[in-house]
C-alpha cells in the first residue's frame, strides 16, 4: 500500500470520535478564523467534521454571507446534515481536500485540524489556495503533537503510547510536528502576508470542562489506539493500560498543554 493511501486508511475517523469533534466551537477551538471572519463572506471548511465549528461560521458571517463544509468522511458529513443540515447559508458536501473542484469563489478556506492527517498537505493546500478568490485568505491550523507537554507526566505505559502514536502516523507519512512547518507550506502554495498566530490549548486542573477535554488521549487511545492494535504498533493489553491511565490523568493531572498554531496567508490580488 503506498504512503498515501496509508495516511487515508488510518486518518478514517473511527464512528467513537464523532464526540471529540462535537465538543469543539469556534471560538475556543479556531480563534484566528473567528477573528478573521466578516458579515456577508464566503467561507469554505475543508475537513469541517460533525459542523460543530461549521456552524459557528455561519453564525460569524450572517444571513448574508455563505458557508460550505467539506469532508472526504461521509458518515460525519451525514451527521452533521443531522445536526445543521437546515441552518440557512450552510451547504454541506463530501469533498476529498486533495481534489477541491472549487476555483476562486471563497473570501476565506479554513482547515483546523486537518493537515497533520495528510501525506500531501502541500497538495491540499494549493487545492484550498486555488478555491480562493483573489485577495482572500487561506487560514490552517495545525498541532505540533512533538510538543504536547503533561505536568506531572503520566505513567510509563501512557507515555509508551503516546511515543507509539507518533510512530503509527509517521510510518504512514504523516507530519508530526507540522504545525511548525505551516508557513513554508503556505508560502509554497503561493500565499502572502502570511500571518502566524499561536492557539496553544493549555487545559489546567480547576476549569469546569479540564476532566472531559484533558481526556482526549485516553479517548485517542480508545479509537485510534484500536486501529494501532489492528496495524501491530501495540497490543490489546498495552492499549487498555494506557487508556485506564490515560483516564485516570485527566481526573488528577494539574496541567496539558498542545501546541498549536493559526498560518494564514493571503492570494495574491
Known amino acids: 500500500m503506498a504512503a498515501g493511501d496509508v495516511a487515508r486508511h488510518r486518518a478514517e475517523m473511527p464512528s467513537e470520535t464523532a464526540a471529540i469533534l462535537d465538543r469543539r466551537s ?125 505536568e506531572p507526566s503520566p505513567p510509563a505505559r501512557a507515555r509508551d503510547f503516546l511515543a507509539a502514536f507518533l510512530d503509527w502516523r509517521a510510518e504512514a507519512g504523516m507530519d508530526n510536528a507540522i504545525a511548525d512547518h505551516l508557513v513554508e507550506l503556505v508560502e509554497r502554495a503561493g500565499l502572502r502576508d502570511v500571518v502566524v498566530t499561536p492557539q496553544h490549548e493549555t487545559l489546567r486542573r480547576g476549569e469546569p470542562d479540564f476532566t472531559a477535554r484533558a481526556g482526549i488521549w485516553a479517548d485517542v487511545a480508545a479509537t485510534r489506539g484500536r486501529q494501532m492494535v489492528a496495524d501491530g504498533f501495540v497490543d490489546e493489553g498495552a492499549r487498555a493500560a494506557a487508556e485506564a491511565q490515560l483516564r485516570a490523568w485527566s481526573r488528577d493531572g494539574e496541567t496539558m498543554t498542545m501546541y498549536l498554531l493559526a498560518v494564514d496567508g493571503a492570494r495574491a490580488a
Do not use: K
Open 26 to 150: 469556534l471560538a475556543r477551538d479556531h480563534r484566528r478564523l473567528a477573528a478573521m471572519l466578516r458579515l456577508g463572506q464566503r467561507v469554505l471548511d475543508v475537513g469541517c467534521g460533525t459542523g460543530a465549528i461549521t456552524r459557528g461560521i455561519v453564525e460569524a458571517v450572517g444571513p448574508g454571507g455563505r458557508v460550505l463544509g467539506v469532508d472526504a468522511n461521509r458518515e460525519l458529513i451525514d451527521a452533521a446534515r443531522r445536526a445543521h443540515g437546515a441552518v440557512a447559508g450552510l451547504e454541506l458536501d463530501v469533498q476529498d481536500a486533495y481534489a477541491l473542484p472549487y476555483r476562486e469563489r471563497f473570501d476565506v478556506v479554513s482547515a483546523a485540524r486537518l493537515l497533520q492527517w495528510l501525506a500531501e498537505p502541500a497538495r491540499a493546500l494549493a487545492a484550498m489556495a486555488r478555491a480562493t478568490r483573489p485577495g482572500g485568505r487561506v487560514v490552517v491550523l495545525d498541532y505540533n503533537h512533538e510538543q504536547l507537554r503533561f
